[in-house]
């Protein structure tokens, strides 16, 4: 009996894992990506004479998906990644700062030493997080109804000085969704995988080359290696479906068969495949429910002299929020800042947004000369908006016809719009079509 046929739409981190896992099967995958590049929000962006991100991402130990993938791959991780113990290092625009570092203890203890030794906040409101954090411990970081993380903050009475300082921050780094809607149940579970388990959880990962040569190229090889076929510039225009059953696509205006088919596309992509078939209208307004969040990085390049003081800085009270020192991934002098979600900082054009966060960065470093280069990338589709009982309408990845599957970091993965939950939605739906009847 020959192999089962597996047609992959979308080569984004989610189709990259489903397809290099289904290959590995002995499945027969063919990936279709329209763009002429791997690797979707997440890819190799030409820069001088650097490979940057299409916006700067960071890793956490808690990553456990996407650091097993990468092993699968092959990527040795102490060549491919930056391990760091967490630090956060908040710098405020007017001169005050706020140090976070998590101690050499067992999880969670490691985030409560750290909260109680923070420097820059006042003994109230380090106990205050403490105590929060170690009662949400006790409960497994699980919330039985949800609500918005600024009220789950207002329920365990957080200063207002610590939300601003610590928890708004790091919820709009997790989630990309402002505290006052994001959701809390989503939250606290990227919360308690990173400070349960082993405290390498927390770890800060940062890639010592680009996003595509770190995921898209391997995967790209390994899919190749094991007898599978990816096609760039392919855009698949439409779905084949007789009686309740996915037989193929449209690929390049050809017909593609297919015994099963995964895509693996943005919510708002998917949908215009939806739309035409009576069977998926039901999914198709589900899809239409979920809205988005921006995100804009700015490269600066500066002489290769220039180096924040740490690998990752927060920035408070300005339009930046986090700056990264690319000189971990081997590019010295480049600096990315990132500006999460929605703001008054989208109603500016690239000139005036490099022009405040250079202003921003030099009331912080005076002594640093001007930026040689510089770069905006914007996303403003960049994640799904994290919202307050968004697991209600999570779509599983089983598709309401046979044979069609979805993949993507907005499935039912339990975690908010990030690398990992692109992988782990790719990989769960990969074991459910090897391995049929299995929990996923």
Known sequence: MSAARVVVV???????????MLARSGLRVTLCESARQLGGRARRVLFGRHGVDNGQHLMIGAYRATLELLATLGVDEARALRRRPLRLDMHEAGGGRVRLSAPALPAPLHLIAALLGARGLGPRARWRAAAMCGH?????????????????????????????????????????????????RVFL???????????????????????????????????????????????????QIEAGVLRGVVAGGVPLAADHVVLAVAPHSARALLAPHPELKGLEAD????????ICTVYLQYPE?????????GMLGT???????????????????????????MALDNAQLVARIEAELANLFPRWPAAVETLVIREKRATFSCEVDIDAWRPPNAMPVQGGWLAGDYTDTAYPATLEGAVRSGLQCARQIAAPGETP
């Open 189 to 239: 579970r990227v919360l308690g995988d990173t400070f349960t388990g082993t405290r390498h959880g927390s770890d800060l990962l940062f890639t010592a080359t680009d996003l595509g040569a770190l995921l898209p190229d391997p995967a790209l090889e390994f899919i190749e290696a094991h007898g599978g076929s990816v096609h760039l510039g392919q855009r698949v225009t439409a779905l």
């Open 136 to 184: 949400l411990a006790l409960r497994g970081f699980r919330l039985e109804a949800d609500t918005s993380v600024a009220a789950l903050l207002e329920r365990y009475r957080q200063p207002p000085a610590l939300v601003r300082a610590l928890w708004e921050p790091l919820c709009l780094a997790a989630l990309n969704t402002p505290i006052g809607q994001a959701s809390a």
């Open 287 to 294: 899809l239409r429910r979920f809205t988005y969040e921006p």
């Open 319 to 345: 339009t930046g929020q986090w700056a990264f020192d690319r000189g971990l991934s081997n590019q010295p002098g480049l600096i990315a800042v990132v500006i999460s979600s929605r703001g008054p900082h």
């Open 305 to 313: 002299s220039v180096a924040l003081p740490v690998p990752m800085m």
């Open 10 to 20: 979308g080569g984004g981190w989610a189709g990259l894992s489903a397809a290099a």
